[in-house]
């Protein structure tokens, strides 16, 4: 009994990741929807916004470049503790969690080649593919020293 419960709290923590692995990529491709001057516009204000909180100078294109950077970083982890959470194996699966992370990189700049004023570029997909793993690195690192923890305690308890 305690191991079904088990099962069905598994199974519920992988779907409600794998929901919000999709909400981001469906945020990402919106994103990506969005016209150029509309996008300028909004990271335009996130630079404006950034450059009163640090002190070094800061352009859109830098904010735009680290934006891509950081939304698929978030997209590395979410999908590495999606998968984790399905296999229960630090390195499993993989493969999917590349194909996931270059797939959505390529939609993504694929997107951008028919919207007004935007342009899809291959040096964009390498930025985000290395954001996500980026992503996929840290969250593999940090799984396997609460891995690790949990073992030490488990043999000394």
Not at 61 to 83: D, P, Q, W, Y
Not at 100 to 120: F, H, K, M, Y
């Amino acid at each position: 009994m305690d191991s079904n419960k088990s099962l069905k709290h598994q199974f519920v923590v992988t779907l409600i990741l794998a929901i919000f692995n999709l909400l981001l990529i469906a945020f990402i491709f919106i994103h990506s929807l969005t016209p150029a001057d509309i996008s300028q516009e909004e990271s335009g204000a996130v630079t404006d916004w950034l450059r009163y909180i640090f002190p070094f100078e800061l352009n859109d294109h830098i904010v735009r470049k680290l934006a891509h950077f950081i939304e698929f970083s978030a997209l590395g982890v979410v999908t590495n503790l999606t998968v984790f959470s399905y296999c229960r194996s630090v390195l499993g699966g993989v493969f999917f969690k590349l194909f996931v992370c270059l797939a959505t990189a390529v939609c993504d700049e694929a997107i951008q080649l028919n919207v007004s004023g935007r342009s899809g570029q291959v040096s964009d997909i390498l930025l985000d593919f290395s954001g996500c793993l980026f992503g996929l690195f840290i969250t593999t690192i940090i799984i396997s020293i609460v891995l690790c923890i949990k073992r030490n305690k488990k043999k000394k308890g």
